[in-house]
């Protein structure tokens, strides 16, 4: 996985305007992950985030596993090239933005009002969002990036 991380790693508007090759990175990082060992990943991500293994464990199943009712149909989230890369700074424990600890709190909360609550995905994605808000966190880190994504 690591090798494939690298060739992507330095996608942007420049390179693939289209994001053609940005959305088959981030189909083929989620796949990998539905299809790989839960348990090592969660452990690392836990240790490089700092939040514990439970809390991962169910990001991990909401993210990658269990299929939600979206737009009526029942199915796994859409993969996210952004996501996708959070996700694996987080493994990595490399280069580790803001952005990417928001991105676990958010899904973490999300997951919640779904499960505990039954809020759809849409609106828990909203409530979520107006306590950990990933998209502007992703956003304003964007703006400081030069294309390379480097700050």
């Excluded at 796949?31 to 514990?52: C, D, F, Q, Y």
Aim: charge should be positive; hydrophobic fraction near 30%; aromatic fraction near 10%.
């Amino acid at each position: 996985m690591i090798s494939l991380v690298k060739i992507y790693e330095a996608l942007n508007d420049k390179n693939d305007p289209d994001y053609k090759r940005r959305n088959k990175h981030a189909d083929l990082y989620y796949e990998t992950r539905r299809h790989s060992k839960k348990e090592p990943w969660i452990k690392k991500v836990a240790l490089n985030s700092g939040m514990g293994e439970k809390a991962i464990s169910k990001i991990f199943d909401h993210v990658f596993i269990d299929k939600h009712d979206t737009y009526g149909e029942l199915k796994n989230f859409d993969s996210s090239y952004n996501m996708a890369e959070s996700f694996q700074r987080l493994y990595e424990g490399k280069n580790i933005q803001t952005h990417d600890l928001i991105l676990l709190k958010h899904e973490r909360l999300e997951a919640e009002l779904m499960n505990r609550y039954g809020c759809t995905q849409s609106k828990a994605n909203i409530l979520a969002s107006r306590k950990y808000n990933y998209v502007e966190a992703l956003t304003t880190w964007h703006k400081g990036c030069n294309l390379n994504g480097e700050t």
